[in-house]
């Protein structure tokens, strides 16, 4: 009835191109070394305008739920019925993956979240579980600004010197029928062009990300499973011992670089 | 109504008696086609949200029929006019599962 009358739907065929204006400016790296490039650099501008408006970016429907979990409803429990205000939680996030001399494997943030809520009324099932991704969401964009602290415990450094060696292994090891490394891409061909994408150093500042084409949020679990599938090896579990000595490997070679909160990629 | 269906709906422009504002609504939902396959192969059974009607102090202003092309995360645009008196918009969804859902967001002139 009022259908015509009055409001111009947009539809997202494609999120990028939605409310905001299409920018037509081309995509350009900016000049100087790119090693050290996160990947915010290599967004297309219209991606860049929808990350920095919250009304536009779907990330904000998981920080919101984040929010609502952390916070809790009204007499109900909540994460900060233990941890307190979120902001108190910044330094948490950097500090992942880390040995666990409990469980005696690495774990990295979004382990920790399900480890906790197994000691809650609401126990979480799965890593890539929404309701995992908002609080990873949410602690990560406290974190936002801050530097990774990847370090080892102080009794436990000589086995976790060994998880950061098997992950640089894997960074270099090649892999799969593309027969490719990492570092193949993401040290040697940095900023030149595979298939429609640019590649990037591969620093792992953004995560968890919502992924256009995920059209979901994922963790950086499930970015590397995306890797292995890309040069079409084996696709570890999620979970894997290997994924985490990988993540280790990769924030540590961040190491300096800012957390930059849930991303939006492509 | 509680739904496990994570929506947001947000207000941009200056909240101006006469003026207008874009309501932004979202809705992380799957929006299977029916045309997706599981891991075994089998179809995922058509699941979209097919209407989204917008209120104004509860008088009608925008019914959409949504179809399959829909990107998950929906997201709908749409200008609203503002009241002298301001008032409250509120969006209300339903999809094929019978799953319904209603944000609002105030508008404070």
Known sequence: MLKSAFFSLLFCGSLASSAQTVSSEPFKLPSGPLNQLSGQAFLSPSLKAMQSDASTNPISLWLEQGRTLWNGAAGKPSCAQCHGDIETMKSVAPQYPKWSDKQQKLINMEDQILTCSQRTLRPLKSLENTE??????????????????????????????????????????????????????????????????????????????????????????????????????????????????????????????????????? | MSSPILTRLALAGQVKAGGHVEARWSAAHPMNSGFRVDDSGNRIPKNIIHTVRAYLNDRLIMEADLGTAMTSPVYLAFPVSVPAEGGIVKVIWQDDLGQMGETQQRLVI
């Open chain 1, 132 to 266: 995992l991704l908002s609080l990873s969401a949410l602690l990560h964009s406290s974190s936002a600004g801050l530097p990774f602290q990847i370090l080892p415990n102080k009794d436990s450094q000589k086995r976790w010197q060994v998880e950061l060696n098997a992950g640089a292994k894997l960074f270099t090891t090649r892999m799969g029928r593309m027969n490719l490394a990492c570092t193949h891409c993401h040290d040697l061909n940095i900023g030149k062009t595979m298939r429609a994408d640019v590649i990037s150093p591969g620093h792992p500042t953004g995560f968890p990300i919502f992924k256009l084409s995920w059209q979901s949020m994922g963790s950086i679990d499930r970015r590397l499973r995306a890797c292995y599938s890309g040069v079409q090896a084996e696709v570890p579990a999620p979970g894997s011992p290997e994924l985490r000595q990988l993540e280790l490997f990769l924030k540590s070679r961040a190491q300096g670089m800012a957390i930059e909160g849930p991303s939006l990629r492509r």
